[in-house]
C-alpha cells in the first residue's frame, strides 16, 4: 500500500535536530542498565554499577546468582538439578505452571535420549509425561514429537522439525522459559526492557513511514546509540 502522504520528507538535519532536543535523564539510563544486568544475570556488574550509579536494584543480588545456577544447570543438561534449585527459590513456580513443569520433564526425556538411555527415557515418558498428556493436546504433541526421536539412529538423519530438539537451542529455550517464570515469582520483569524499547523502535518507525519519509535509525546508527553531535 503507498504511502498515506509521500510528499512528506523530513530531511535529516531536522530530523537530527529534534532527536537531540529530546532529554533522556542520566537516571532514566541508569535503569535501563541495572535492568539489563539483573534480568541477563550479570551479578558482579550489578553490584558494581549499582554502587558507582547509586542504584537500587528492584531484586536482591543472590537471587541473582540463583536464577544462573538454574540456567547454567539446564544449558549442560542437568534438568533433575535445576529442578532443585527452582524449588528451594520457591516450589509454587512448578506447582502453579504446568506447561513449564511439563516442559522440564519434556527437556528431561530429551536428556535421556541424548545420553542413548532408550530404557529409562521410555519408562519416564510412560511414568512422568503419559500423564500430562492425556489432560493437554498440545502436551502430548510435544511428548509424541519427542518420542519421535527414537526411530532415528543419527541426528544427521533426523528431519528438522525433531532434530532441533537436541540443539544446544532447546536447552537454551527451557533456560529462558525457567528464568521468566523465576523473574515473575519475584514481580520482576520478564523482558530486558531495552528489548522492549528496540521494538518500539521498529514499530514507531514503521507506523510513521506511512506517513512521512525520513533517515531510519538501525542499531548501529550513532544517534541510537546516545552519540553526541
Known amino acids: 500500500m503507498p504511502p498515506a502522504y509521500p510528499n512528506v520528507q523530513i530531511h535529516k538535519e531536522e530530523w ?14 541508569n535503569r535501563l542498565i541495572m535492568d539489563y544486568l539483573v534480568i541477563e544475570g550479570y551479578k558482579s ?4 554499577f549499582a554502587q558507582e550509579a547509586s542504584v537500587v ?12 545456577k538454574v540456567r547454567e544447570a539446564l544449558q549442560r543438561g542437568d534438568v533433575e538439578g ?5 524449588n528451594e527459590l520457591n516450589p509454587e513456580i512448578l506447582d502453579n505452571n504446568r506447561a513449564l513443569f511439563f516442559h522440564l520433564q519434556q527437556q528431561r526425556l530429551i536428556e535421556y ?3 542413548g538411555r532408550v530404557a529409562e527415557a521410555l519408562q519416564f515418558a510412560q511414568d512422568e509425561l503419559a500423564q500430562l498428556g492425556e489432560h493437554s493436546p498440545e502436551f502430548l504433541s510435544e511428548l509424541e514429537r519427542t518420542m519421535s526421536l527414537l526411530a532415528f539412529d543419527h541426528s544427521s538423519s533426523m528431519p528438522s522439525s525433531i532434530g532441533d530438539l537436541l540443539s544446544p537451542a532447546q536447552r537454551m529455550k527451557t533456560a529462558g522459559e525457567v528464568n521468566a517464570a523465576i523473574l515473575e515469582s519475584l514481580s520482576q520483569g520478564k523482558e530486558v526492557k531495552l528489548v522492549q524499547l ?9 507506523t ?3 506517513h512521512a519519509s525520513f533517515p531510519k535509525m538501525t542499531l548501529d546508527d550513532e544517534t541510537v546509540l546516545g552519540s553526541s553531535p
Do not use: C, T, Y
Request: glycine fraction near 2%; avoid cysteine.
Open 16 to 29: 537530527d535536530r529534534r532527536l537531540h532536543d529530546v532529554q533522556i535523564s542520566k537516571s532514566d539510563l
Open 45 to 48: 556488574a550489578a553490584e558494581e
Open 57 to 68: 536494584p528492584e531484586v536482591d543480588f543472590e537471587s541473582i546468582e540463583s536464577r544462573m
Open 82 to 86: 535445576a529442578i532443585v534449585r527452582v
Open 113 to 115: 535420549i541424548r545420553q
Open 198 to 206: 528496540v521494538k518500539l523502535l521498529s514499530w514507531g518507525q514503521s
Open 208 to 210: 510513521l513511514q506511512e
